[in-house]
């Protein structure tokens, strides 16, 4: 069981990015996936999950109306477009994939977002 | 939103110790409340699900218990591999927030 994020990197201010997490070893629709992210030296923050069909999604107030997820499960793979940024979303990215209870039993590595000018 | 405050922030233990962490919810999250070890520079793990269940592969001097909306990790016996950051969750409704976490330094 693996998920691989990808698609960070350094964008201005007011910009927008694409994250992607790709999934392997499990039957990916099957299950919810989320995105959780970590400010460097801060704590963990929920910010996006999606069902496994995709029909519903939650997201974080302080994402909302700017991030979008979304899945495409002929792919194996998740995204979140990222848009209107600001230097507080700098952070490590994480995409989790639910569990029992809908705990987050499997973590990626992470893929690290800064939003600098 | 369910808000979780976690406590402490902070503590400071010996091995051989036992470390109790506390998280309360907001409002009522039945057992939905999950427990995570991250250590620096590595990806959380998990460690207890459904309020108490330990997930597989982790040791048994790690317990979790509920009550009512108080939530409590217990490390019985702290060894020097337990020292990390530890977070409560609540995935019982909306946004799966998380608690502030509690590091878990060496005496």
């Known amino acids: 069981v693996q998920l691989v994020e990808s698609g960070g990197g350094v964008v201005p201010p007011g910009g927008s990015l694409r994250l992607s997490c790709a999934a392997s070893?499990?039957?990916?629709?099957?299950?919810?996936i989320n995105w959780v992210r970590q400010a460097p030296g801060r704590g963990l923050e929920f910010v996006s999950l999606i069902s496994a069909d995709g029909i519903s999604a939650h997201y974080s107030d302080s994402v909302k109306g700017r991030f979008t997820i979304s899945r495409d499960n002929s792919k194996n793979s998740l995204y979140l477009q990222m848009s209107g940024l600001r230097t507080e979303d700098t952070a490590l990215y994480y995409c989790?994939?639910?569990?029992?209870?809908?705990?987050?039993?499997?973590w990626g590595q992470g893929t690290m977002v800064t939003v600098s000018s | 939103d369910v808000q979780m405050t976690q406590s402490p922030s902070s503590l400071s233990a010996s091995v051989g110790d036992r470390v109790t962490i506390t998280c309360r919810a907001s409002q009522h999250i039945s057992n939905y409340l999950n427990w995570y070890q991250q250590k620096p520079g590595q990806v959380p793990k998990l460690l207890i699900y459904?309020?108490?269940t330990l997930q597989s592969g982790v040791p048994s001097r790690f317990s979790g218990s509920p009550s009512g909306t108080e939530f409590t990790l217990t490390i019985s016996s702290l060894q020097p591999e337990d020292f990390a950051t530890y977070y409560c969750?609540?995935?019982?409704?909306?946004?799966?927030?998380f608690g502030q976490g509690t590091r878990v330094e060496i005496k």
């Open positions: 969750q609540q995935t019982y409704s909306g946004p799966r927030t």
């Open positions: 989790a994939k639910t569990g029992s209870y809908n705990s987050f039993d499997v």
């Open positions: 459904g309020a108490s």
């Open positions: 070893g499990f039957t990916f629709d099957d299950y919810a």
